[in-house]
């Protein structure tokens, strides 16, 4: 339903006709260089993924580039996130890397994203002028400059908030305390035998210690500044490779003249907007966010329409098609893959 309305939010103003007509003027030569950087920030993205696993695990740079690409395909084609599920599961499949090990780097990874993204929208706030008059009404919401300034700020909540969590497991002494607790669980029930309590310990306290154990295991580059250090150069080259490729993309689309600068803005706003609840491939918010975006440096609502529509499609369709071949060779049934990241979730139901 959000999707629906946000695709309504974002075309409504746009004739068909218009649409089309604009579409057709786009130079898709630039299509060519723009796929290139699309898929070299994913090359980074599984640099980096490698990076954080080589402190429990190591695998080559290829082991973690299909199972990462996989991964963004599958969000793009099934509902529910299932691809960030799908990670860990192929790593345990294939690598024999604990699934919870495996689900702490992918966290890890988000934990940097966010870092570099609220890095980036501070230096989008100080240094480019973005109307504070400007305002578009999306149902309820008023999106203007002081909605944005709010998300940013919850942005930096949530990424304080998974680094204090990061943290408290990897320092052994709370990781005990936290173990303890758990082992703790079987003298809650009072009136419960000693045979029951026992089962109590090795059905679940021993598996959730363990699962706590395997998570501060793919935490553990916390212990290690100098490898923090590199994680973020290589999470700020992801976000800057990706913003280029929007750049050089607009540099073939009629009525798109933004700086290099603006059109990072503009692929932070549109991060934010498809971090709320969509379908699949994030069609719908994704152009939201984009026509919002746009509006706010004056770019027109049929430029700014055409524009988000076929930038979209350039981002999307080669991580699609890279994370089929990557199944193909490493043999993952992603159906498989969505089938058993449901089981997990009714288990810990």
Known sequence: MLSVAALYFAFHNVPLYGL??????????WTIP???????????RALRWQFILETSHKI?????????????????????RVGEIARPMILQKKEKIPFATGIATVVAERVFDVGALVVFAVITFVSIEINPQAEIVFGDFHLNRSALEVLFNRMIIIGVLLLVAIIMVSIPVIRRAIQRVIL?????????????KAKITAKLCEPLNRFVDNIALGFMLIKYPK?????TL????????????????????????????EMYAVMVIICLFIALPSVP??????????????????VSANAAAGFTLANHGI???????????????????????????????????
């Open 234 to 261: 290589y999470s700020l080259a992801v976000w800057m490779t990706a913003a280029l490729s929007y750049y050089v993309f607009s540099l073939g689309s009629p009525g798109i003249n933004l700086s290099f600068a």
């Open 60 to 80: 080559n740079v290829w082991r973690a580039f299909r199972p990462l690409m996989i991964g963004f395909m599958i969000n793009c084609i099934l509902p529910g």
């Open 20 to 29: 089309l007509k604009y579409l057709k003027s786009i130079n898709y030569l």
């Open 184 to 196: 703790a669980i079987p003298s809650l029930f009072l009136f419960a035998g000693n045979s029951l």
């Open 315 to 349: 981002q999307l369709f080669p991580v699609i098609v890279v994370g089929f071949i990557s199944a193909i060779i490493t043999s993952v049934n992603i159906w498989q893959v969505s089938y058993e990241k449901k089981t997990v979730e009714l288990q810990k139901s």
């Open 227 to 231: 490898k923090i250090f590199i994680c």
């Open 281 to 298: 491939g994030f069609w719908g918010v994704w152009e939201a966010g984009g026509v919002f975006a746009l509006s706010l440096f004056g």
């Open 34 to 44: 723009a796929v290139f950087l699309v898929l070299v920030s994913f090359f980074i």
